[in-house]
């Protein structure tokens, strides 16, 4: 019997009750699918710290309010929002072609992973295509990786990112953006707790690994305040984070058609001011974007935090080929 339909005679109590309730909400179904791919390793724009990025999955579960990825899901002609949350796709034959791309490629390369996707997001803890990827990279040398991610799951491949620091340079970014509970899971409403995250962070820094904190996207009025951000740095610092970084919000149409309702749900009173900043500019103009820069800037200082992972220096005749490595 469905929940809501007359209830089966002979019920009582409880089982009545049950039988009896109205729904509130169906559960959400998330459908994955694998997905045949050429290739993983994409080139980056000029000007950006790697020369490629690689993301194992399309679509994201944790289903962030700002997320500007969502556009990746409309190249499918998938349009509706929330299809870039319920509907992932996980890269298939992940080990054949990064090996082969990696040989085409040679050493000294920067690669980015986790740029359009989370890397950890739910999928990865049956799909384990992230994990694949960390594989093929424990086994080559000279490469410069970094990890991009909100999810805790980092943590349980630690030892692989060990041993690919062996031979390779890697670093890990935890995206913070906010240390109230409450805030994150309206923002960020299926990304692991914040407090998970810092845990993450502790982990990977006590395993030698480089890590560092980034609030983004800072988002003004709601996340950009300095005693906010303040805190977060502190409790970053606290728990082994070297760096610490920041960008402002941007939002793309695909993230406007999202992001709008949710201030107009959660933020009434800034609904005016995001509409005629971003309304026609992705980005904001302004003075805006320097005071953040500063903000961040004096932030670090105090904390003795640095803008980015240490560069890495391999010694010429080791077999990293000495290679210089910064992110
Ligand atoms: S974790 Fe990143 S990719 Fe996933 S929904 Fe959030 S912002 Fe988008």
Redesign the pocket.
């Known amino acids: 019997m469905l929940f809501g339909d007359s209830p089966a005679p002979g019920l009582v109590g409880i089982a009545k009750l049950a039988a009896q309730s109205e729904v509130l909400e169906a559960k959400r179904v998330v459908r994955y699918f694998e997905m045949e791919s050429r290739s993983l390793l994409n080139r980056t724009r000029p000007g950006m710290p790697f020369e490629w990025s690689l993301n194992p999955y399309r679509g994201?579960e944790?289903?962030?309010q700002?997320?500007y990825?969502r556009y990746t899901h409309e190249f499918m002609e998938l349009r509706d929002s929330v299809d870039f949350?319920d509907m992932i796709y996980a890269k298939s034959a992940i080990g054949p072609i990064l090996r082969r791309e990696l040989k085409q490629m040679g050493t000294g390369k920067a690669i980015a992973i986790g740029t359009?996707?989370?890397p950890y997001?739910p999928a990865e803890r049956r799909f384990h295509r992230t994990r694949q990827a960390l594989e093929v990279f424990a086994q080559h040398r000279g490469l410069g990786l970094s990890i991009t991610t909100?999810s805790d799951l980092i943590t349980r491949d630690i030892s692989l990112l060990q041993e690919i620091a062996k031979r390779n340079s890697v670093s890990v970014n935890i995206t913070i953006t906010t240390l109230d509970a409450s805030l994150a899971r309206l923002l960020?409403p299926r990304?692991p707790r914040p407090e998970l995250r810092l845990k993450a962070v502790q982990a990977i820094a006590e395993a030698g690994i480089p890590v560092g904190v980034f609030p983004n996207p800072i988002m003004p009025l709601i996340t950009d305040q300095p005693e906010r951000l303040d805190r977060l740095a502190k409790a970053s610092r606290d728990h082994g984070a070297s760096y610490f970084g920041g960008g402002v919000l941007f939002l793309m149409p695909c993230s406007r058609k999202v992001f709008f309702p949710f201030v107009e749900k959660h933020f009434p009173h800034l609904l005016r001011r995001y509409r005629e900043n971003y309304e026609n500019e992705a980005y904001l103009k302004g003075p805006y974007r320097e005071i953040i820069r500063d903000r961040i800037a004096a932030i670090r200082e105090r904390y003795g935090l640095s803008s980015g992972p240490p560069r890495r220096e391999i010694a010429a005749g080791d077999d990293t080929q000495g290679v210089l490595f910064g992110i």
């Open positions: 994201c944790f289903g962030c700002y997320c990825a949350e359009a996707t989370d997001q909100k960020e990304a």
